[in-house]
């Protein structure tokens, strides 16, 4: 027989598809009036057990029509079998088609039966002289205006997704890079093309484009939906290089009309699933200005991007045009001129050849002799701004080769506040990119900048598997680099989460002290509040109880007025820490704390005897509550000593008398031994590990799911 425990009733019940209840009702009610004829119609099933289980609807939406089964986002055709037989719940089913009423359930499985959980959960039905109303078809009047927008919604959004997976293959897809983009672009290349990475992309121009569409229609098209101003322009196709970099390789060829899109992509990038383009735009008369200035040179477009250390960004600047026999020089003077810098102004220019490899440029060497072609990509960086004394430089990139790296190992992360206040303070989640090389320090500035904060009054920890926090905070002395931090060996998740804390007292304060959690039990091993408190590792219990005494209400009676701070074991056992021991010592920061009788302040060492108490439900592994010790006294049969430990445990009449009292020798027996009311515990030989085992439901009862209310 179970007690106090929530169960699912599976008795087979049975119900029909129709019922009459002209019987049941009375004969001045039913003389005249139409048939008392009822159809089931409908049936909500339930289909597990207590702990959990899954629902699911069978309809009968007309009056001839078939039954329909709803399982969240499928609809099935079902039998009358699947409506009735199947959830009628109940005894098991036999091979034969018999009921195993008298077998026990060992007994029905050994001979093939099945037990089902599936069960009827409550019934509709319909008076037969209703049907016709009750399910008339219904029309668009009977949907409400707003379902209807929604569902034409819907209907035409999947239609057209539809049209365009019928017809993909007649299309590619053509993304445009623009001056005003790569001025955006902060990363390797002209753009961020891939669209799996966590970063945000770069704003480009996309296009679905019919690959019959000739070249020169799309770019008149383009141009205008652009707004490009007057000038010449040219559309320059991407490659992908072997060192890893997608570079402008070549502008598309103007002097064909027939050339179509699709020609373009499979002659000029091959490989390529997208058109990736470069817009280039050149004012007007510059291409004839350079025929006149340089006159048997062609000219090499190089694009240049600008290292700022005050603001620690690297973006896109602009295209120039060199040719192979001037000189790096050449290009600062360039470059001062377009940024307006004082003539002479000294740069460091940098090449991007692939993302581990950014080198420094001799400025007295040509282009030819520096291997640039069309679609290289330089950057710079002003000398004067490498001296800044007034920039921190442990937590900022001061050279581009530094921003370049951060580059590869950026990591946008996202912090979470393990605590949603603080104080007045409302916190949120909020993301950062920063380092995968990053150690603890680095990090911490940088979000104490996010909070306005004190990077020292925070505290971080890493996720657990399931995606909270698990373990002790991370050590601001920590080793690890923020890869190591976001991502702990056991888990491997697309986002990196680190939980945050904002602290009154600085990390270095805090590493000297502990918190230590009190749950007070007052004197009659009842959880009556819990406490938290931040004290120095070099306190001691008596300092503990001490503190705890100033938030606290003793008994008014049966006490002694003395606290003493426990820790349980097996959940048996109490471990009672002395005054002198430190909480430096122990291992545990949940304790418990309960104000001392005054039976065990009065007991009698010669006679009396002190022994450990515990509460189980029906199982003695399956302890609950917490562990006490109680005063045997000689001579005192256990129906006397039942009213000491009711006072002791603080229980009303009803609650105790659903108590069982159980000698546990575990040394001795395997089985707890029942005890009688005659029986005088002092007597008993006990051991130290003997206790009293106390068999009761737990006083605070586990939340319940609630039923569900359906009107």
Not at 453 to 462: A, G, N, T
């Given at each position: 027989m179970m007690r106090d425990v929530n169960v699912k009733i599976n008795d087979r019940y049975e119900y029909p598809m129709q019922i009459d209840l002209t019987p049941y009702m009375r004969p001045e009610v039913t003389e005249g009036?139409?048939?008392?004829?009822?159809?089931?119609?409908?049936?909500?099933?339930?289909?597990?057990?207590?702990?959990?289980?899954?629902?699911?609807?069978?309809?009968?939406?007309?009056?001839?029509?078939?039954?329909?089964?709803?399982?969240?986002?499928?609809?099935?055709?079902?039998?009358?079998?699947?409506?009735?037989?199947?959830?009628?719940?109940?005894?098991?089913?036999?091979?034969?088609?018999?009921?195993?009423?008298?077998?026990?359930?060992?007994?029905?499985?050994?001979?093939?039966?099945?037990?089902?959980?599936?069960?009827?959960?409550?019934?509709?039905?319909?008076?037969?002289?209703?049907?016709?109303?009750?399910?008339?078809?219904?029309?668009?009047?009977?949907?409400?205006?707003?379902?209807?927008?929604?569902?034409?919604?819907?209907?035409?959004e999947a239609e057209l997704r539809k049209r365009e997976r019928d017809e993909q293959h007649l299309y590619l897809t053509a993304k445009v890079i623009t001056d005003d983009g790569f001025r955006l672009h902060q990363g390797f290349d002209l753009a961020t093309f891939d669209e799996n990475r966590s970063l945000p992309q770069t704003e480009l121009f996309t296009a679905r484009v019919l690959k019959t569409q000739t070249f020169i229609d799309f770019k008149r098209e383009l141009l205008q939906n652009l707004n490009v101003p007057e000038g010449e322009t040219k559309l320059w196709v991407l490659v992908n290089r072997q060192n890893k970099t997608v570079r402008p390789d070549a502008a598309v060829p103007e002097d064909d009309p027939t050339l179509t899109m699709e020609v373009v992509r499979d002659r000029m990038a091959s490989r390529q699933h997208d058109l990736k383009l470069y817009l280039e735009y050149q004012k007007p008369g510059e291409m004839q200005r350079w025929a006149a200035t340089y006159p048997n040179e062609s000219p090499i477009m190089v694009f240049v991007k600008h290292f700022s250390?005050?603001?620690?960004?690297?973006?896109?600047?602009?295209?120039?045009?060199?040719?192979?026999?001037?000189?790096?020089?050449?290009?600062?003077?360039?470059?001062?001129?377009?940024?307006?810098?004082?003539?002479?102004?000294?740069?460091?220019?940098?090449?991007?050849?692939?993302?581990?490899?950014?080198?420094?440029?001799?400025?007295?060497?040509?282009?030819?002799?520096?291997?640039?072609?069309?679609?290289?990509?330089?950057?710079?960086?002003?000398?004067?701004?490498?001296?800044?004394?007034?920039?921190?430089?442990?937590?900022?990139?001061?050279?581009?080769?530094?921003?370049?790296?951060?580059?590869?190992?950026?990591?946008?992360?996202?912090?979470?506040?393990?605590?949603?206040?603080?104080?007045?303070?409302?916190?949120?989640?909020?993301?950062?990119?920063?380092?995968?090389?990053?150690?603890?320090?680095?990090?911490?500035?940088?979000?104490?900048?996010?909070?306005?904060?004190?990077?020292?009054?925070?505290?971080?920890?890493?996720?657990?598997?399931?995606?909270?926090?698990?373990?002790?905070?991370?050590?601001?002395?920590?080793?690890?680099?923020?890869?190591?931090?976001?991502?702990?060996?056991?888990?491997?998740?697309?986002?990196?989460?680190?939980?945050?804390?904002?602290?009154?007292?600085?990390?270095?304060?805090?590493?000297?002290?502990?918190?230590?959690?009190?749950?007070?039990?007052?004197?009659?091993?009842?959880?009556?509040?819990?406490?938290?408190?931040?004290?120095?590792?070099?306190?001691?219990?008596?300092?503990?109880?001490?503190?705890?005494?100033?938030?606290?209400?003793?008994?008014?009676?049966?006490?002694?007025g003395r606290v003493r701070v426990f820790d349980i074991i097996n959940g048996k056992k109490m471990k009672i820490y002395s005054t002198g021991e430190t909480i430096r010592d122990i291992q545990a920061t949940d304790l418990y704390a309960e104000?001392?009788?005054?039976?065990?302040?009065?007991?009698?060492?010669?006679?009396?005897?002190?022994?450990?108490?515990?509460?189980?439900?029906?199982?003695?592994?399956?302890?609950?509550?917490?562990?006490?010790?109680?005063?045997?006294?000689?001579?005192?049969?256990?129906?006397?000593?039942?009213?000491r430990l009711q006072q002791r445990m603080g229980m009303g009449e009803k609650e105790f008398s659903r108590c069982k009292f159980n000698l546990v020798q575990p040394s001795t027996y395997s089985k707890a031994s029942p005890i009688k009311d005659e029986d005088v515990l002092r007597e008993h030989k006990w051991l130290d590990d003997d206790c009293l085992a106390i068999d009761h439901p737990p006083r605070r009862a586990a939340n319940l799911e609630r039923a569900v209310f359906i009107k």
């Open positions: 009036s139409e048939p008392w004829v009822y159809n089931l119609h409908g049936v909500l099933v339930h289909s597990g057990d207590v702990h959990g289980g899954h629902y699911f609807v069978l309809i009968k939406p007309s009056a001839t029509g078939r039954w329909l089964k709803f399982d969240d986002d499928r609809v099935t055709h079902v039998t009358d079998r699947e409506v009735l037989e199947e959830n009628f719940g109940g005894e098991m089913m036999m091979p034969d088609g018999q009921y195993a009423k008298v077998m026990t359930p060992a007994a029905a499985v050994a001979k093939g039966a099945n037990k089902r959980f599936t069960n009827a959960y409550m019934l509709v039905y319909i008076r037969q002289t209703k049907v016709d109303e009750m399910l008339r078809p219904i029309t668009d009047l009977d949907t409400p205006a707003h379902l209807r927008t929604r569902l034409d919604k819907e209907k035409k250390l005050e603001e620690q960004t690297l973006l896109g600047l602009a295209h120039f045009y060199v040719h192979r026999h001037l000189k790096v020089s050449d290009l600062v003077n360039m470059i001062n001129e377009h940024m307006h810098y004082p003539p002479g102004t000294a740069l460091k220019i940098y090449e991007e050849i692939k993302p581990q490899m950014i080198e420094l440029m001799k400025q007295k060497a040509t282009f030819l002799q520096s291997e640039i072609q069309d679609g290289d990509i330089v950057c710079f960086q002003t000398e004067m701004s490498e001296q800044s004394g007034d920039v921190d430089r442990t937590s900022k990139c001061s050279t581009p080769p530094q921003m370049y790296d951060f580059f590869t190992n950026r990591l946008q992360v996202y912090f979470k506040p393990r605590f949603e206040e603080h104080g007045e303070l409302k916190l949120t989640d909020f993301d950062l990119t920063l380092s995968k090389k990053m150690n603890y320090e680095t990090m911490a500035q940088k979000v104490a900048e996010h909070l306005e904060w004190d990077p020292l009054k925070l505290r971080f920890w890493s996720p657990g598997p399931n995606g909270q926090i698990k373990g002790p905070a991370i050590r601001r002395t920590s080793p690890s680099a923020l890869s190591e931090m976001v991502q702990p060996n056991y888990q491997t998740s697309p986002t990196s989460v680190i939980f945050y804390e904002l602290l009154d007292i600085s990390l270095q304060e805090l590493e000297t002290k502990k918190t230590v959690k009190i749950t007070w039990m007052g004197i009659h091993n009842k959880e009556e509040s819990n406490h938290s408190f931040l004290m120095n590792k070099t306190s001691s219990f008596l300092d503990v109880a001490d503190t705890l005494m100033k938030t606290i209400k003793l008994a008014p009676t049966g006490g002694t104000e001392i009788p005054v039976d065990e302040q009065n007991w009698d060492e010669a006679v009396d005897k002190i022994i450990n108490c515990f509460h189980f439900q029906k199982d003695v592994p399956r302890t609950h509550g917490v562990p006490f010790r109680f005063v045997l006294r000689p001579n005192e049969t256990f129906d006397q000593t039942k009213e």
